[in-house]
Nanobody, 123 residues
C-alpha cells in the first residue's frame, strides 16, 4: 500500500504560481512512478504531468508544457508540481497517483490515489 497526500492548492490570480506537493508513505517510494491528474467540474479527469521512478524521465500534457514542472525528492518521499503562468482553465482538483511501472497518461493504470487539492485561478 502507498498512501498519498496532496497539499499546496489554493486561490491565485491568472499569471500567478503555485507549488503542489504529493507526500507518500508506505512502501518504497522510489519504486513508483508518480503522476498528477486534474479534474474540473463537468469534465473528465486528465493527465497533467508524470515522473518516472528515478525522476529522470518526465511527461507533460500539451496544455501545461512550458508552464508546469514536475520533480521528486525520493529522500523526502515527495513529488512536486510547480505551476507557473496559471490560467483560469487550470482551475481543477489536482490529484497525484502512483503506479509501480513507468509513467502512463491513462488513469486506470494507477493503483494508488490521493484525495486531491483544489486549485482555483481567477481571471
Amino acid at each position: 500500500q502507498v498512501q498519498l497526500v496532496e497539499s499546496g492548492g489554493g486561490l491565485v490570480q491568472a499569471g500567478g504560481s503555485l507549488r503542489l506537493s504529493c507526500a507518500a508513505s508506505g512502501r518504497t517510494f522510489s519504486g513508483y512512478a508518480i503522476s498528477w491528474f486534474r479534474q474540473a467540474p463537468g469534465k473528465e479527469r486528465e493527465f497533467v504531468a508524470g515522473s518516472s521512478r528515478s525522476g529522470g524521465l518526465t511527461n507533460y500534457a500539451d496544455s501545461v508544457k512550458g508552464r508546469f514542472t514536475i520533480s521528486r525528492d525520493n529522500a523526502k518521499n515527495t513529488v512536486y508540481l510547480q505551476m507557473n503562468s496559471l490560467k483560469p482553465d487550470d482551475t481543477a482538483t489536482y490529484v497525484c497517483a502512483a503506479r509501480s511501472l513507468g509513467i502512463s497518461t491513462y488513469a486506470p493504470h494507477y493503483s494508488y490515489w490521493g484525495q486531491g487539492t483544489q486549485v482555483t485561478v481567477s481571471s
